[in-house]
């Protein structure tokens, strides 16, 4: 009757939204390491270990972990959603000498273009903001925030592969506009760049493998 075809068409219409969505949006979880390290702008030096506030501990590779999602609107242009935790661990070069502890968490809504004809297929690029909000910042195991910025904007660029249909190996550099530390003695500040490498697991896929 009617009611029946109305109700059919209705089925059919969300089931081919269904479908389209599944081919369009995925998400996954990262497992990796980063790489923090700290520069310094003192005057017109950058880079300069021997001006800078804080200098990377020794302690240069940690372990990283998050998820993603990401949303293709063409066969090649994508927009990839990571968040991301992981730590740093800074050291002062000037007397009394101290580790400073942070934890990060970190969001990237980057731009990702795929060289292949078809998305989530082979190599591709990411590129675009990064924000990073800092907490639990401890000097010599005591809480320090004084002169720290709790949220920096950065940039990063980066680069991938699909690898046995499921798994992304990504690797992106990032820099930070934004300085972590401004000194309040002079005009100096610290910054962070430094990159990272993880292994995407891709959950949607894994969860439809017929695709």
């Known amino acids: ?66 998820a993603y999602a990401e949303y293709n609107f063409s066969e090649r242009w994508g927009l990839k959603t ?10 002062t070069n000037y007397n009394p000498e101290g580790q400073l502890k942070v934890n990060m968490l970190e969001i990237s809504p980057n731009v990702k273009f795929d060289f292949g004809n078809e ?24 809480e320090a925030d004084q002169n720290f910025t709790k949220t920096l904007i950065g940039l990063q660029l980066g680069a991938g592969t699909r690898i046995l249909d499921y798994f992304d190996l990504q690797f992106k550099l990032n820099y930070d506009f934004t300085p972590f530390y401004e000194n309040p003695a002079n005009t100096n500040s610290d910054f962070f760049l430094g990159a990272n490498l993880h292994l995407g697991i891709d959950i949607e896929r894994l969860l439809h493998q017929n695709k």
């Open 1 to 66: 009757n009617h009611r029946m075809k109305k109700l059919l068409i209705v089925f059919l219409f969300g089931l081919n939204a269904n479908v389209t969505i599944s081919q369009t949006l995925s998400y996954g979880v990262l497992l990796g390491v980063n790489v923090s390290a700290s520069a310094s702008k003192d005057g017109d030096s950058f880079l300069n270990d021997g001006g800078a506030t804080f200098t990377n501990s020794g302690n240069y590779v940690v372990p990283s972990f998050g």
């Open 82 to 91: 990571e968040v991301l935790l992981h730590k740093a661990t800074l050291e």
């Open 119 to 142: 998305y989530r297929k082979g190599a591709y690029l990411v590129f675009g903001p990064r924000i990073t909000l800092l907490n639990k910042i401890s000097y010599e195991g005591s």
